[in-house]
């Protein structure tokens, strides 16, 4: 199939959405379909599975104007820029609107030079872009990792500055993603959990919705014996700054834990991390915690090698890829309950359920794995079986090419009853 990809930002830095469609197109490319990608910043690494073609964004909500050059200043003058640049004065973030526009204006223009495509997959976005999109007479999908009212309650939780509630009510665009969900022909999910709150948020037709499992690299992260586990080492993997990882949570229960117990964080999103700092300082634990950024996936998975548990306190996940990472290097996680993390976790001791918000259960359970090492290498050896059998790349691929098939056969079955 000549399959086009549609994805807002790229980078592995970014979150899911940049994994997904690193590893998805890669698995896609080797099952023999033809990969266009239409990304935009951060850029995804080299892709060379795949035709990239890299969509303009000017970041203008995370900069002061004071910060740009002559050139840009004249640039924030044609109407699409504009736009964009005012809005972000108000705090809104227009970026998933623009990015959709200007990937429907390339996608027409590449169209209009004899470029075909069997299928469009939208990657999160859901702007209206993608809506108009479905004028080109092409079938058009997205797959949803979680609705975004997920990351406004979690704003919610953990913010009392009315200036800053007030600023996260506006932020996301809520109204524009509900439109654009409903208008595409499936969407696909990363779990059960996510699924139905997708379909209930959204309002999209139960009929429309699809599961199929998001996946770990086996290739990177796979158990190594060889490694020693370092004692008393715990590990989280999750954007800071992002509310619903429930880093406050984990901070709380490491202030509770032994002086022997010490955290690493591994975190790949912005160079910033004002959240965390308030945190180690409010809590005196910046002697026990080391942060890492932007590392390799081989670096990561070193990391998760040489945790003795993993941690992952988070309020809410679509899927939870810092669970399976970590069960999938046979290190043993206690995860909260939240969204799709049983589904991951299972209930085949591969790690410990715990409810979220609850510093208290994260700590009793985390200290409970670091005191039983015969308990930490079964839970280990359980869990990097549980990962392989159900939540790989290529199980995710093929799962997502049953997916393009039924939707496919759907429109060529419409077509033919209306030349009948």
Not at 52 to 62: E, L, S
Not at 204 to 229: A, I, L, N, S
Request: glycine letters at 6%; proline letters at 5%; one cysteine or more.
């Amino acid at each position: 199939m000549r399959l086009c990809f549609l994805s807002y930002r790229g980078n592995m830095y970014s979150g899911g959405q940049g994994i997904y469609l690193y590893y998805l197109t890669r698995e896609l490319a080797a099952r023999g379909h033809e990969i266009t990608v239409l990304v935009g910043p951060p850029y995804p690494w080299e892709m060379p599975w795949a035709r990239v073609i890299k969509i303009t964004n000017h970041n203008y909500y995370a900069r002061r104007l004071e910060s740009y050059s002559r050139d840009e200043v004249l640039k924030i003058l044609s109407p699409l820029n504009f736009y964009e640049f005012a809005l972000t004065r108000f705090w809104l973030f227009p970026e998933m609107l623009t990015y959709s526009l200007r990937a429907f204006k390339k996608l027409a223009q590449l169209l209009r030079n004899g470029a075909k495509f069997d299928l469009v997959h939208d990657n999160q976005c859901l702007g209206y872009g993608q809506a108009l999109i479905k004028g080109f007479n092409v079938p058009v999908m997205a797959s949803i990792h979680h609705p975004l009212v997920m990351d406004r309650g979690a704003d919610f939780v953990q913010t009392h500055s009315l200036i800053e509630r007030a600023r996260r009510v506006v932020f996301y665009p809520f109204m524009m993603q509900k439109i654009v969900a409903r208008q595409m022909d499936l969407v696909i999910s990363g779990s059960k959990n996510s699924a139905d709150l997708v379909q209930k948020t959204f309002k999209v037709d139960p009929q429309k919705m699809r599961v199929v499992y998001d996946g770990v690299d086996e290739r990177v992260f796979y158990p190594r014996p060889e490694v020693k586990r370092v004692p008393g080492r715990l590990i989280f993997v999750g954007n800071t700054e992002d509310r619903k990882k429930g880093i406050l949570y984990l901070i709380q229960a490491l202030h509770q834990l032994p002086e022997w117990v010490h955290l690493v964080i591994v975190d790949g999103g912005a160079s910033w991390k004002f959240y965390l700092h308030q945190l180690m300082y409010r809590y005196k634990l910046k002697n026990r915690v080391t942060v890492k950024e932007r590392i390799s996936p081989e670096e990561l998975a070193l990391e998760y090698c040489q945790a003795e548990v993993g941690v992952v306190p988070s309020l809410y996940e679509g899927f939870g890829l810092p669970a399976a990472e970590a069960m999938a290097c046979a290190t043993p996680v206690v995860s909260t309950t939240a969204g799709a993390l049983p589904e991951v976790v299972g209930s085949d001791r591969a790690g410990i359920l715990v409810p979220p918000k609850d510093p208290d259960a994260i700590a009793r359970k985390a200290l409970h794995l670091l005191e039983r090492p015969e308990l930490r290498q079964e839970m280990g050896t359980n869990a990097a079986a549980r990962v392989k059998k159900f939540f790989t790349w290529a199980e995710c691929a093929r799962g997502t090419e049953e997916v393009y098939r039924e939707l496919l056969s759907f429109k060529n079955a419409d077509r033919r009853l209306q030349s009948a």
